[in-house]
């Protein structure tokens, strides 16, 4: 019988320690799934780990959907579809990536309760050995890619395309960006920002780290442990005008020098949050420098499908820092609490 990670019903509420980690279990003899008019059985082959996952698997308040018993957590994962239900678009044996949310491309941002995003609330998740998926939440996968650099796209290169290509500021060529750290979305957003023509600007605490952003696309680096006002050297970099463009994953520990980084009329885009909490008033750095902030989250299927796409076009590959077995889930989590990977972390589901 199958088996899969799930969330005990009680347990630690702190995201931000590893005692949340109490709260996932093993199960065995999980009732394999059958898939209805419209949908397939996938095999997950592999799922990446987000900072939201230890947020749901905590069952922490501060995400703002209550976790429901005995779910499987993680939105990201790819696999092979097993069995094809009525109707289906899809073939047995076809490689296909999991679209994270639920999210048509003909309406509005959804809430995170209309978005039905996958591995929260009562949506079971990636982090178990089948799972039964409507058609239209699933992405042909590149030929090119591994399952785990497969499972490292859909929440990091979805959120990268969703900000670079989807915003208020449409991308071009020559554009300068500025991408925070080499976490999973910085990383993709280095390697997408660069492939697609933009001079990439990236920031880290450590120089090994900035070696990795080089390699990935980026122009400029700076060490912001060796430079705390690291939006003064960014400033130097761009001769005075700042970046059209900051993704800021760190929240209000650094929103503040990513409004001093951009240019007058400039766009920051809030994917994230580690860092703590901070209180900063940034309204003038928005009012007088004409620059909008955006946040960011969800991800639609058709930002999948770009993904996609860059990925083939430029043969790229998502910077993987470390795949952990199956049995070794709880030990990969930790590392995802660390915050020192490059890349993203994955689990093996089984190749």
């Not at 933009?198 to 700076?222: F, P």
């Not at 060796?226 to 005075?240: A, D, F, M, Q, Y």
């Not at 885009?269 to 909008?292: E, N, W």
């Amino acid at each position: 019988m199958p088996s899969a990670w799930q969330i005990a019903p009680s347990g630690p509420k702190n995201w931000r320690t590893l005692e949340g980690l109490d709260n996932l279990q093993l199960s065995h003899g999980v009732p394999k799934p059958v898939p209805g008019s419209r949908q397939v059985l996938v095999r997950i082959k592999a799922a990446g780990l987000n900072a939201r996952d230890m947020m749901v698997i905590s069952r922490d308040p501060i995400y703002p959907i209550e976790t429901q018993p005995y779910l499987s957590p993680c939105a990201d994962g790819a696999g092979m579809i097993e069995e094809a239900g009525p109707d289906s678009q899809w073939r047995v044996g076809d490689r296909v990536v999991l679209t994270p949310m639920d999210w048509p491309e003909n309406k509005d941002v959804p809430t995170l309760e209309e978005s039905k995003g996958m591995g929260a609330g009562a949506i079971q998740g990636t982090l178990r050995e089948y799972a039964v998926v409507d058609d239209d939440r699933l992405v042909r996968a590149p030929s090119h890619l591994s399952f785990a650099e497969l499972a490292a796209l859909p929440a990091a290169a979805g959120t990268a395309v969703n900000a670079l290509f989807y915003g208020p500021q449409p991308f071009k060529k020559g554009m300068t960006i500025l991408a925070q750290g080499t976490g999973g979305v910085s990383a993709c957003v280095i390697q997408i920002a660069a492939a697609a023509g933009a001079t990439v600007v990236a920031t880290s605490s450590a120089d090994e780290k900035l070696e990795t952003a080089k390699k990935l696309g980026a122009t400029h680096v700076v060490n912001y442990r060796k430079t705390p006002e690291w939006s003064e050297e960014v400033l130097r970099i761009t001769n005075g005008r700042g970046v059209d463009h900051v993704l800021d994953v760190a929240g209000a520990g650094t929103v503040e020098q990513s409004l001093l980084s951009t240019r007058h009329g400039g766009l920051v885009s809030v994917i994230g949050f580690l860092s703590d909490s901070k209180q900063v008033d940034l309204i003038p750095l928005l009012l007088f420098g004409a620059k909008t902030m955006r946040a960011i989250f969800q991800v639609r299927k058709d930002m999948m499908e770009k993904v996609v796409d860059l990925y083939e076009e430029h043969q790229l590959h998502p910077p993987v820092a470390a795949v952990y077995e199956w049995k070794d889930a709880k030990q990969a989590f930790r590392t995802l609490n660390n915050q020192s990977a490059i890349g993203k972390i994955v689990i093996s589901v089984g190749e």
